[in-house]
C-alpha cells in the first residue's frame, strides 16, 4: 500500500498500452464513447484513438496542435503553436527543439467534431500575435483560459503570456504578459484560482480570480 500526502492511500496503477506510434502526443480528452481524442504535435492531427488502439484523424490541422478541450458547444477546441518546434530523436526519444525560422505564430482552433470542420478563432490578441498557443481550459461561464509558451528562436526568445477568451471568437484579453515558457493552465475546483505552470523555471502560480475573464 502507498499512501500520498496527507495519508491518503493510494490505488495501484496498472498501465495498459492503448496506442504506440503516435507522433507527440498531447492533450487527452476522455469522450463518453470510451474513446480518447487528443492531438499530436508532430502529424498535426487530432487523432481519435478507440478503447482498441485503433487511431482515426477526426481533423488535420496544420501548424503544432499543442492542446485540446471541449467547449461549452460541444466542439473541441485547439491550442496551436503554428509549427513552433523542430523535432530531432535522441536515444529513440523524440525532442521537441528551436523554433523553425520561417514560423509566423499561432493561433485558437475550433472543430466540429461531427463534421470534421475547422475554424480560426484567434490568430492576435489585438495587435499582439499569438506566439506559441499551449494549453487550455474552460471555465463554468463557457470562456477560456489559455497559455501562449512563447517561442524559442537561434537569437531570442519570443515571450508568452496569458489569456482568456470567449470560443465564438469575440473577444480575447491578454491577463499576464512578458511572460517565460507558460506551460498548462488549470482552475481550481471553485473557479477563484487560476494555475499556470512556468516550465523553464520550474514554477507553478496561481492568480486569485476576479469575475471570468477580469483577473488575475
Not at 530523436?89 to 472543430?111: A, C, E, F, L
Not at 506566439?131 to 531570442?156: C, I, K, Q, Y
Request: charged share 20%.
Amino acid at each position: 500500500t502507498k499512501r500520498g500526502m496527507g495519508g491518503r492511500v493510494l490505488a495501484e496503477l496498472e498501465l495498459t498500452l492503448v496506442a504506440d506510434d503516435l507522433q507527440f502526443p498531447e492533450g487527452p480528452v476522455a469522450m463518453a464513447d470510451g474513446s480518447v481524442i487528443l492531438v499530436e504535435i508532430q502529424r498535426k492531427t487530432l487523432t481519435r484513438v478507440a478503447p482498441d488502439g485503433r487511431r482515426t484523424i477526426v481533423a488535420e490541422l496544420g501548424g503544432g496542435p499543442n492542446g485540446a478541450a471541449i467547449g461549452p458547444d460541444g466542439a473541441m477546441y485547439i491550442t496551436n503553436n503554428g509549427g513552433s518546434f523542430q523535432y530531432h530523436t535522441v536515444n529513440g526519444m523524440n525532442i521537441p527543439g528551436p523554433t523553425p525560422p520561417d514560423h509566423k505564430g499561432g493561433y485558437i482552433q475550433r472543430v466540429d467534431l461531427k463534421s470534421g470542420d475547422i475554424t480560426t478563432l484567434y490568430t492576435h490578441c489585438g495587435e499582439r500575435r499569438l506566439n506559441g498557443p499551449n494549453d487550455l481550459v474552460f471555465d463554468r461561464e463557457g470562456g477560456m483560459w489559455f497559455t501562449d509558451h512563447g517561442t524559442s528562436l537561434a537569437t531570442h526568445r519570443t515571450h508568452g503570456g496569458l489569456f482568456y477568451a470567449k470560443p465564438d471568437g469575440s473577444s480575447i484579453t491578454c491577463v499576464r504578459d512578458h511572460l517565460i515558457s507558460p506551460n498548462g493552465v488549470g482552475l481550481s475546483t471553485d473557479e477563484q484560482v487560476v494555475y499556470m505552470a512556468y516550465t523553464h523555471t520550474g514554477l507553478l502560480w496561481s492568480f486569485d480570480l476576479e469575475p471570468p475573464g477580469k483577473g488575475p
